[in-house]
């Protein structure tokens, strides 16, 4: 499943205003950690398709959202519900735990 890149321009449609729960991967093009991080993220985003978007940010191109949300280091996952920030982990994350904590975010959204 591919993993939707947002920018300033359609990041309140995507993220913000999403129906779903939204997973962001801040990245940048120049950092190792965060192609092993988007490896992990493909292999799983098809299993949560309709329970959570995932959608990726470029932290050199987009420094205003980076900044917004005080992105200081990448990879950096955050999670989104109903357009508010309510978690997010910096560095690369073992696949089995970014599972844990995505079932674990969505099972409280959902009680």
């Not at 920018?7 to 950690?33: G, Q």
């Not at 965060?34 to 995932?54: P, Q």
């Not at 990879?75 to 089995?96: C, D, M, N, R, Y």
Request: charged content about 25%; proline content about 4%.
């Amino acid at each position: 499943m591919a993993i939707l890149e947002v920018t300033a321009a359609d990041w309140e449609k995507e993220v913000l205003k999403a129906s779903l729960s939204v997973l962001v991967d801040f990245h940048s093009p120049y950092c190792p950690p965060c192609f092993i991080m988007e490896k992990i993220l493909v292999n799983i985003a098809e299993s949560y398709s309709d329970r959570l978007k995932f959608v990726r940010v470029d932290i050199d191109k987009e420094e205003e959202i980076a900044e917004r949300y005080d992105i200081l280091s990448v990879p950096t996952i955050a999670f989104f519900i109903s357009g508010e920030l309510i978690q997010g982990f910096t560095g690369v994350i073992h696949e089995k735990s970014l599972v844990k904590n995505i079932d674990t975010i969505l099972q409280v959204k959902h009680t």
